[in-house]
């Protein structure tokens, strides 16, 4: 029986917890006036996670104009992961907004406020490469696999660290839990179930992932991890995770806005 969800507003419980903000499929400039939006009713975190198919179709000129709109907003990190719209040749020029701590099959710990976050990001895996994908990408059902023991292997690594909070950022989906509303069919296409034997293994605070922009199950949990659908279409609105400071060992809890 997990200790949550439950909706923690900081505010009024009086917590000190980490807010995070989370995101993804804005496909810029297509989603961009909605975030813009969003953004303006949320405000008061600490940290932003944008969880890939930030532009359209590996169009890296809309960045800035996406970050400028983040940034009318929030001045904190931000970190993101790849998606399908970005393309891997590219990654070099998504890396040049060095505002943008990008995580590729990587990790990172950072220190927030007075916590330490272990971070995990990668574009994901697909249990069956997309049609177009077996088609052009060689090597692709090899690459997918191996980027689950990569994402296994950071992981691990991580725990070791004892971070306080524990989190994976994604662009494919880790389960089809939170793919329910989306056509069955092409669930395999949009995510991995894999990672759910992973999640169980590992137990991170919370896997952030997008590319479900028809979803209508946003949440869901694989023992004490929630796996958030952040896709922006999805949900029309930015996600709020708060990981309470003072309760650590209880671990996180979750609000949206
Ligand atoms: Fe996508």
Do not use: M
């Given at each position: 029986m997990p200790l949550y969800p439950m909706v923690i507003i900081k505010k009024a419980l009086g917590l000190d917890a980490l807010r995070m903000a989370a995101v993804g499929d804005i496909h810029c400039p297509r989603y961009l006036e909605l975030l813009q939006e969003s953004l303006r009713k949320a405000s008061d975190f600490e940290l932003m996670l944008l969880a890939g198919d930030l532009v359209l179709r590996n169009d890296s000129s809309q960045m800035p104009r996406l970050l400028q709109t983040i940034r009318d907003f929030y001045k904190g990190p931000i970190i993101a992961c790849l998606g399908n719209e970005e393309f891997d040749e590219s990654l070099q020029a998504y890396r040049k907004f060095k505002e943008v701590l990008w995580l590729h099959d990587e990790a990172e710990v950072l220190k927030i406020g007075n916590s330490i976050l272990g971070i995990v990001g990668s574009r994901g895996s697909l249990d069956r490469p997309t049609f177009w994908q077996r088609k052009n990408v060689r090597g692709i059902w090899e690459t997918y696999s191996k980027r689950l023991r990569r994402i296994d292997d950071l992981l691990e690594d991580m725990k070791a660290k004892k971070p306080d909070f524990m989190v994976v950022l994604t662009h494919?989906?880790?389960?089809y839990k939170t793919l329910l509303g989306e056509k069955e069919g092409a669930w395999p296409e949009m995510g991995c179930k894999g990672f759910e034997t992973l999640i169980a293994k590992h137990q991170p605070d919370a896997w952030i992932h997008a590319?479900?922009?028809?979803?209508?199950?946003?949440e869901a949990f694989i023992g004490r991890t929630i796996i958030v659908n952040a896709s922006l279409p999805a949900r029309r609105q930015i996600s709020i995770l708060e990981f309470p400071r003072d309760q650590v060992a209880s671990k996180s809890s979750y609000a949206k806005v």
């Open positions: 494919y989906a880790p389960t590319h479900g922009h028809a979803s209508i199950q946003h």
